[in-house]
């Protein structure tokens, strides 16, 4: 049975820092993509940042970029979604998510698995 766990996040000021991780477990996990959705309230869920299993790939949503560092570390079966200069948009249930690819993993259809997600506040 495929598990992930998401843990961090929390709330932060506007200009802040957070990060949040993932736990993965049931699965090969040097063999997926790992990424983060996001959803705000009253919105869809959005990619956020995805990372190949090798991880010298990388992707990121526009709103991003320059702000957020994606890493994984298949030793200890986690990914890390390291989030500087925050902003209120940023608010959201994060999601972690495993998938074949980091081309595919941008969408919820190439998403395999589901975490259930952890809260992050940004306030202005």
């Known amino acids: 049975q495929v598990r992930l766990v998401e843990s961090g996040g929390g709330s932060a000021q506007a200009g802040g820092s957070l990060s949040v991780s993932c736990a993965a477990s049931?699965?090969?996990?040097?063999?997926?993509?790992m990424g983060w959705f996001r959803q705000a309230p009253g919105k869809e869920r959005e990619f956020v940042a995805a990372?190949?299993?090798?991880?010298?790939?990388?992707d990121y949503a526009d709103s991003v970029k320059g702000r957020f560092t994606i890493v994984r570390d298949n030793g200890k079966r986690a990914v890390h979604l390291h989030m500087n200069a925050l902003k209120p948009d940023d608010t959201g249930v994060y999601f972690c998510?495993?998938?074949?690819?980091?081309?595919?993993?941008?969408?919820?259809?190439?998403?395999?698995?589901w975490g259930q997600g952890t809260q992050v506040t940004v306030s202005s």
């Open positions: 990372i190949s299993w090798t991880g010298s790939t990388t």
């Open positions: 998510v495993v998938g074949l690819q980091t081309r595919t993993i941008k969408k919820p259809p190439g998403v395999s698995y």
């Open positions: 049931g699965v090969t996990f040097s063999a997926y993509a």
